[in-house]
């Protein structure tokens, strides 16, 4: 019985250190993508602003290309085998 008890204690330890071990691992890489994105230069308020309106104008140009695109599909039944056929 004094066997069974201090096997089941070796195991038990065995399994602790194994569940820890995994945790202070994933915590330290967890702590490295942290400190990585800490020493990555600041996003200044000017940039910030600059790539919302790169992502306006962008948005803006999606939507004049769609618009031309819709009235000619709504008129035409045959433009999806047309763009097809032009694609191949």
């Known amino acids: 019985m004094l066997n069974n008890l201090r096997n089941e204690t070796r195991?038990?330890?065995?399994?602790?250190?194994?569940m820890i071990g995994r945790e202070l691992t994933d915590k330290k890489?967890?702590?490295?993508?942290i400190e990585m994105i800490l020493n990555e230069p600041q996003t200044t308020q000017a940039e910030l602003e600059r790539l919302?309106?790169?992502?306006?104008?962008l948005q803006r140009e999606c939507q004049v290309l769609e618009s031309k695109i819709q009235p000619e599909q709504a008129n035409d039944k045959l433009a999806i085998y047309r763009s097809q056929a032009k694609a191949t």
């Open 11 to 18: 195991q038990n330890r065995e399994h602790l250190n194994d």
């Open 29 to 33: 890489d967890r702590l490295q993508r």
């Open 52 to 57: 919302t309106s790169d992502k306006n104008k």
